[in-house]
């Protein structure tokens, strides 16, 4: 979580910045939210099964610029709305399998995040410790979505 934490610093996420995961239950997932939260940031947890339109919403909603996403199908879901998301500056992917050709900047993959986060790290000393005692009791942690955009009321 550290390294992936570092691995974020590396690419510009610092405090305010909008953290999204889509995909299962993995530890990877969670590690990305916590690590969010480590430098002031707010993860955005996401439904693996939401529709383009909802992903779109909620992504722009709440200004986000780093995807996490479990494997290629959430992959391609986001690469495929990319045009639409304006703030969206990384995607990060946990499972490689069937990503190996596809390139660009703005596409990592989660090990090589904290590859580039332990070279930071080792750089930069008591990076993430700071980040986190500069938190707040009242700096807001996660952003929660029950579906994409609200329906229209009547009347």
């Known amino acids: 979580m550290r390294d992936f934490a570092l691995g974020l610093a590396t690419h510009g996420f610092h405090r305010g910045d909008k953290l999204a995961v889509i995909g299962d239950n993995r530890p990877s997932l969670y590690w990305a939210q916590v690590a969010a939260q480590c430098l002031g940031g707010t993860a955005v947890p996401m439904y693996q099964d939401s529709i ?9 909603h709440a200004e986000v610029s780093v995807v996490v996403a479990e494997d290629q199908e959430q992959v391609d879901k986001i690469l495929s709305l990319r045009a639409e998301l304006p703030h969206l500056q990384l995607v990060v992917y946990d499972d490689p399998k069937g990503l190996r050709h596809y390139s660009g900047s703005g596409l990592q993959s989660f090990a ?8 930071f790290g080792a750089a930069n000393l008591g990076y993430v410790e700071a980040e986190i005692d500069n938190g707040d009791p009242d700096d807001l942690a996660l952003l929660t979505y029950t579906s994409g955009r609200p329906a229209a009321r009547k009347g």
Request: aromatic share 6%; net charge negative; hydrophobic share 55%.
């Open 52 to 60: 383009a339109s909802e992903l779109v919403f909620v992504l722009n």
């Open 112 to 119: 090589d995040m904290q590859a580039a986060g332990r070279e």
